[in-house]
């Protein structure tokens, strides 16, 4: 019997872990804050995530066409990307300023850079930040959900300018469902957390840096966000703005995180210390976006110097 | 059965990382069957760590069961011996999948199976004369690696030795030929726990066997009731449980220094399989002649534990299981996550040889590679807390020395990483290219001074 054997190196087994399947279950994860984004903001939402994953999908096609690559679309990571994106625009948002924000993510931010695994800060963020540079007045329209929309701050604005911002302080409930002004996929913290508790569960991401980063967050505000130390209202500053997606969604990009424990926990409270510096003494109300993005910068350099001592490496003490 | 056994459950430190891949130990219910007599055996002169033995035999030569056919006068070196009785029909070179190549003796067994006159349980009456009856047994460590026991029975001058960890973990895949051992011959283990701590002066033994193994434990405990110099240790049930420095960690709370062995923490590993061998040598003289085998995989007819001859054709021992049910496309030596590919169903059964697996299409089926999304689940597998991504890209690139930066040496190649990589990248793999080039360029730089 002549057979033809294999005769690789080992292991000979494998999880059966793919890419496709990690993106998969991160699409899953943002499901809720989809159904909560199309829940409060209606068509509006339903559009925006629609034309920015269109977008996305469809600039990556063209590109490995156009470069003569292997068409990498059914890696899913352009969905998420384009998610992502739509999560983070205002709800009036005109389409075709998404559409240029999908192009520019894949385009400019990742496949200029070599495509997935690659790009060096996160590209929804980043052409968040594009479009924000851009058009500043419609990346910063906000309304209240619902039918009845009318014009108003995020509450983190509210906090910020008090009453030369329009619209009253929500409770604490509409916050944590979602009932308040901001973009699309980030009011709704039981949505998202529905989500991040389903990538924990599945191991696609791990809590170290999420927690350090809200941790941090949380800690600064109430010490320094009231009248005297230690009295900020740190619940508010937790779930009013981007900070539950940006944690657990954005933050924890493998691309653009560190790979090692320390190194996430450092990457977090790098972000938790920006993200309270930028909200309380910077220009703008919110600063999740931009902390992410400049800790983005910052992990080669966390990676480099983050490298564990192996099992028994170093001083080994032994009873 | 009631039996009121109670063995010792230590605290278990846990080592980071590891895996949990699927068992597949079906096999672990069925008795050991002895494979019949091979048509003709082949015995490869290099079958441990260390020096190559040169063949003491030629062609047309007749030589019997247990008869020493090869050995080395270099230190790190184990005998081979004929596993059967018949006529030398060859001395040939052997090439391992690992593109070793090594002499071997090819023998037609002339089906008497008549013994050596050399076979008789040794007689010793010191130490050393009891380390040269082990190093003339032939045996080597019976896990895997296939060090050779008698080295790792005398400790290094200067470092005292005074924990025995007994290895039953058997932490792979479908393996359960260690498991049969302890199953058929807890005595026996037992035995040569006593017998490698007389050799040793070591004074507590403990065996780790993983906790899916209750069996086991429950049937070994038996014959351990009063013993307070032997104690079972429960282990969890993750990959690589087993490896050396894992085990040690778990049983002993000792770490065994990087770059360093067992002996440096204190501490003497030893296979089931080989303590139960030396025993079994000690009793009859019977030199390592045979293996307790595990035959698995989707290819397989019959998957079975059985008892071969060293040097049997691989062939054989898959025909024994009833053949092929299914177009083998890989035959693995050992277990999935360590085992070595075979490029042929000529290829001998050897001293370590624990298990035979014959992979199908489907099992075979290698995902192809893809980029790096830096995941890190390779880094949070490593048992070794090592980072195999930038090893892996810095291998890719070429950097062979910036790979020592990340303690590549410190790998103890269970391959997790490689099992958990999304994008199926060879981490493991480019591991042993740096090793292997680095041991090279060090090779050059020694060579270039003298």
Same mark, same amino acid.
């Given at each position: 019997m002549e057979i033809n054997l294999l005769a690789g190196s080992s292991p000979h087994i494998k999880s059966g872990e793919s890419t496709q399947k990690i993106m998969r279950d991160v699409i899953i @994860?943002?499901?809720?804050?989809?159904?909560?984004?199309?829940? &409060?903001?209606?068509?509006?939402?339903?559009?925006?995530?629609?034309?920015?994953?269109?977008?996305?999908?469809?600039?990556?096609?063209?590109?490995?066409?156009?470069?003569?690559?292997?068409?990498?679309?059914?890696?899913?990571?352009?969905?998420?990307?384009?998610?992502?994106?739509?999560? %983070?625009?205002?709800?009036?948002?005109?389409?075709?300023?998404?559409?240029?924000?999908?192009?520019?993510?894949?385009?400019?931010?990742? +496949? #200029?850079?070599?495509?997935?695994? /690659?790009? &060096?800060?996160?590209?929804?963020?980043?052409?968040?930040?594009?479009?924000?540079?851009?058009?500043?007045?419609?990346?910063?329209?906000?309304?209240?959900?619902?039918w009845d929309a009318v014009s108003s701050a995020t509450p983190l604005a509210i906090m910020k300018?008090?009453?030369?911002?329009?619209?009253?302080?929500? =409770?604490?409930?509409?916050?944590?469902?979602?009932?308040?002004?901001?973009?699309?996929?980030?009011?709704?913290?039981?949505?998202?957390?529905?989500?991040?508790?389903?990538?924990?569960?599945?191991?696609?991401?791990?809590?170290?840096?999420?927690? @350090?980063?809200? =941790?941090?967050?949380?800690?600064?505000?109430w010490m320094l966000d009231g009248e005297s130390l230690f009295t900020g209202n740190f619940v508010y500053h937790i779930f009013a703005g981007g900070l539950i997606l940006g944690a657990f969604f954005m933050a924890t990009d493998y691309t653009t995180s560190p790979v090692t424990f320390t190194g996430r926990i450092i990457m977090g409270i790098g972000c938790g210390l920006l993200t309270s510096v930028i909200r309380l003494y910077g220009g703008y109300p919110e600063g999740v976006s931009y902390s992410i993005l400049l800790m983005n910068l910052v992990v080669p350099m966390i990676d480099r110097y983050i490298i564990p001592k192996s099992f028994g490496g170093g001083a080994v003490k032994n009873a | 059965m009631i039996c009121e056994v109670v063995y010792l459950v230590k605290a278990v430190k846990s080592f980071r990382g590891g895996i949990k891949p699927r068992h597949h130990k079906e096999t672990a219910g069925l008795d050991t069957v002895r494979v019949p007599l091979p048509s003709k055996v082949l015995i490869p002169m290099l079958q441990h760590i260390g020096a190559p033995c040169t063949p003491m035999v030629k062609k047309g030569d007749r030589v019997l069961v247990g008869q020493k056919i090869g050995d080395s006068d270099k230190p790190v070196s184990a005998p081979? /011996?004929?596993?059967?009785?018949?006529?030398?029909?060859?001395?040939?070179? &052997?090439?391992?999948?690992?593109?070793?190549?090594?002499? @071997?003796?090819?023998?037609?067994?002339? =089906?008497?199976?008549?013994?050596?006159?050399?076979?008789?349980?040794?007689?010793?009456?010191?130490?050393?004369?009891?380390?040269?009856?082990?190093?003339?047994?032939?045996?080597?460590?019976?896990?895997?690696?296939?060090?050779?026991?008698?080295?790792? #029975?005398?400790p290094p001058p200067g470092k005292t030795v005074d924990i025995l960890v007994v290895n039953g973990a058997e932490c792979e895949p479908y393996i359960t030929s260690d498991f049969r051992e302890m199953m058929e011959n807890p005595e026996g283990i037992i035995q040569g726990i006593r017998k490698v701590m007389e050799i040793t002066g070591i004074p507590k033994a403990y065996i780790g066997i993983e906790s899916n193994k209750q069996d086991a434990i429950d049937r070994i405990s038996m014959y351990l009731k009063d013993a307070n110099d032997i104690e079972i240790v429960s282990l969890p049930v993750r990959y690589p449980q087993g490896g050396e420095k894992q085990l040690i960690y778990a049983v002993t709370g000792r770490k065994v220094p990087a770059g360093k062995l067992p002996a440096d923490a204190g501490v003497l590993v030893q296979n089931v399989t080989t303590v139960s061998f030396i025993a079994e040598y000690f009793k009859t003289g019977m030199p390592l002649i045979k293996k307790k085998?595990?035959?698995?995989?989707?290819?397989?007819?019959?998957?079975?534990?059985? !008892?071969?001859?060293?040097?049997?054709?691989i062939r054989e021992v898959f025909d024994f299981c009833g053949g092929f049910i299914d177009?083998?496309?890989?035959?693995?030596?050992?277990?999935?996550?360590?085992?070595?590919?075979?490029?042929?169903?000529?290829?001998?059964?050897?001293? +370590?040889?624990?298990?035979?697996?014959?992979?199908? !299409? %489907?099992?075979?089926?290698?995902?192809?590679?893809?980029?790096?999304?830096r995941c890190g689940k390779c880094v949070a597998a490593c048992p070794m807390n090592l980072l195999p991504l930038y090893i892996n890209s810095n291998v890719v690139r070429g950097n062979f020395e910036e790979t020592l930066k990340y303690h590549v040496n410190d790998c103890i190649e269970c391959g997790c990483c490689s099992y958990v990589c999304p994008a199926s990248r060879h981490l493991v793999q480019s591991m042993r290219i740096a090793k292997a080039e680095l041991r090279k360029m060090a090779a050059k730089k020694q060579g270039g001074k003298n």
């Amino acid at each position: 019997m002549e057979i033809n054997l294999l005769a690789g190196s080992s292991p000979h087994i494998k999880s059966g872990e793919s890419t496709q399947k990690i993106m998969r279950d991160v699409i899953i @994860a943002l499901l809720p804050a989809t159904i909560a984004a199309v829940y &409060f903001f209606e068509v509006q939402a339903a559009m925006l995530i629609l034309v920015t994953v269109i977008s996305c999908v469809a600039s990556e096609y063209l590109w490995c066409r156009i470069t003569k690559k292997k068409n990498t679309i059914t890696d899913l990571s352009a969905v998420v990307t384009g998610m992502l994106l739509a999560f %983070n625009l205002p709800p009036a948002l005109p389409l075709w300023i998404a559409v240029i924000g999908g192009v520019f993510a894949t385009i400019i931010v990742k +496949q #200029l850079f070599g495509g997935l695994g /690659h790009n &060096f800060v996160n590209p929804a963020l980043a052409a968040r930040a594009f479009l924000m540079a851009s058009w500043p007045v419609q990346m910063t329209t906000w309304q209240t959900p619902g039918w009845d929309a009318v014009s108003s701050a995020t509450p983190l604005a509210i906090m910020k300018y008090g009453s030369e911002a329009p619209g009253e302080m929500p =409770g604490i409930w509409d916050m944590f469902i979602g009932n308040i002004g901001g973009c699309i996929g980030e009011t709704s913290a039981l949505a998202l957390l529905i989500g991040a508790a389903y990538l924990v569960a599945r191991k696609v991401i791990t809590l170290e840096l999420p927690l @350090a980063y809200i =941790g941090t967050v949380g800690f600064m505000t109430w010490m320094l966000d009231g009248e005297s130390l230690f009295t900020g209202n740190f619940v508010y500053h937790i779930f009013a703005g981007g900070l539950i997606l940006g944690a657990f969604f954005m933050a924890t990009d493998y691309t653009t995180s560190p790979v090692t424990f320390t190194g996430r926990i450092i990457m977090g409270i790098g972000c938790g210390l920006l993200t309270s510096v930028i909200r309380l003494y910077g220009g703008y109300p919110e600063g999740v976006s931009y902390s992410i993005l400049l800790m983005n910068l910052v992990v080669p350099m966390i990676d480099r110097y983050i490298i564990p001592k192996s099992f028994g490496g170093g001083a080994v003490k032994n009873a | 059965m009631i039996c009121e056994v109670v063995y010792l459950v230590k605290a278990v430190k846990s080592f980071r990382g590891g895996i949990k891949p699927r068992h597949h130990k079906e096999t672990a219910g069925l008795d050991t069957v002895r494979v019949p007599l091979p048509s003709k055996v082949l015995i490869p002169m290099l079958q441990h760590i260390g020096a190559p033995c040169t063949p003491m035999v030629k062609k047309g030569d007749r030589v019997l069961v247990g008869q020493k056919i090869g050995d080395s006068d270099k230190p790190v070196s184990a005998p081979v /011996h004929s596993s059967v009785s018949g006529t030398v029909t060859d001395v040939r070179p &052997f090439l391992y999948s690992s593109g070793v190549e090594v002499m @071997a003796v090819e023998i037609k067994p002339d =089906g008497l199976q008549e013994v050596h006159e050399s076979v008789a349980p040794p007689v010793c009456s010191n130490r050393e004369s009891m380390l040269r009856a082990v190093r003339e047994s032939g045996i080597v460590g019976l896990g895997g690696a296939g060090f050779p026991t008698s080295i790792k #029975l005398s400790p290094p001058p200067g470092k005292t030795v005074d924990i025995l960890v007994v290895n039953g973990a058997e932490c792979e895949p479908y393996i359960t030929s260690d498991f049969r051992e302890m199953m058929e011959n807890p005595e026996g283990i037992i035995q040569g726990i006593r017998k490698v701590m007389e050799i040793t002066g070591i004074p507590k033994a403990y065996i780790g066997i993983e906790s899916n193994k209750q069996d086991a434990i429950d049937r070994i405990s038996m014959y351990l009731k009063d013993a307070n110099d032997i104690e079972i240790v429960s282990l969890p049930v993750r990959y690589p449980q087993g490896g050396e420095k894992q085990l040690i960690y778990a049983v002993t709370g000792r770490k065994v220094p990087a770059g360093k062995l067992p002996a440096d923490a204190g501490v003497l590993v030893q296979n089931v399989t080989t303590v139960s061998f030396i025993a079994e040598y000690f009793k009859t003289g019977m030199p390592l002649i045979k293996k307790k085998i595990t035959v698995d995989g989707g290819a397989v007819a019959k998957p079975m534990n059985v !008892e071969a001859l060293i040097g049997t054709p691989i062939r054989e021992v898959f025909d024994f299981c009833g053949g092929f049910i299914d177009e083998p496309r890989k035959i693995i030596m050992g277990g999935p996550m360590m085992g070595v590919a075979q490029y042929s169903l000529e290829n001998p059964v050897l001293k +370590q040889t624990n298990a035979l697996l014959a992979f199908n !299409e %489907n099992e075979a089926e290698e995902p192809k590679e893809s980029v790096c999304i830096r995941c890190g689940k390779c880094v949070a597998a490593c048992p070794m807390n090592l980072l195999p991504l930038y090893i892996n890209s810095n291998v890719v690139r070429g950097n062979f020395e910036e790979t020592l930066k990340y303690h590549v040496n410190d790998c103890i190649e269970c391959g997790c990483c490689s099992y958990v990589c999304p994008a199926s990248r060879h981490l493991v793999q480019s591991m042993r290219i740096a090793k292997a080039e680095l041991r090279k360029m060090a090779a050059k730089k020694q060579g270039g001074k003298n």
